[in-house]
């Protein structure tokens, strides 16, 4: 992907950094640390200009872009990179995101259609059924 600018995604957000001088640089990111699975980080950021997630579980980090739909599956693996942590901290957070914006999210490429399908698959496979199905 090249030179890679990652920032934070602070527009239209109503929280406690608002009003503060470092809204505009403050990442915000939802975590599930009761996870089945471990952990699950959710990071709203800009990549490049574009509205985008970072995910990041025990076993992978993926960067979601909202507009687009699609979906980067790096090769960084959380468990590897921090082997005694059950849950990452912004420190560990931060270091994720430092290495993205070395690499240039390097990563296997997903349309929207072949992360629909994977989730349709997903979903077969596990028997999870969305609320409003």
Do not use: C
């Not at 496979?125 to 199905?133: D, H």
């Amino acid at each position: 992907m090249g030179k890679t600018r990652i920032t934070a995604d602070w527009q239209d957000r109503d929280d406690e950094y608002t009003d503060t001088p470092d809204n505009e640089t403050t990442v915000r990111y939802y975590a599930n640390e009761e996870d089945a699975d471990g952990y699950f980080y959710e990071m709203y950021v800009r990549v490049n200009g574009d509205q985008a997630a970072i995910i990041v579980t025990p076993n992978g980090v993926s960067i979601d872009f909202r507009e687009s739909g699609e979906s980067i599956h790096t090769n960084l693996v959380p468990t590897r990179m921090f082997p005694e942590h059950a849950t990452l901290e912004w420190n560990q957070l931060n270091q994720i995101l430092m290495v993205l914006r070395r690499t240039g999210i390097e990563g296997r490429i997903y349309s929207r259609e072949e992360m629909e399908e994977r989730f349709r698959r997903w979903k077969e496979e596990t028997g999870y059924k969305e609320e409003n199905e």
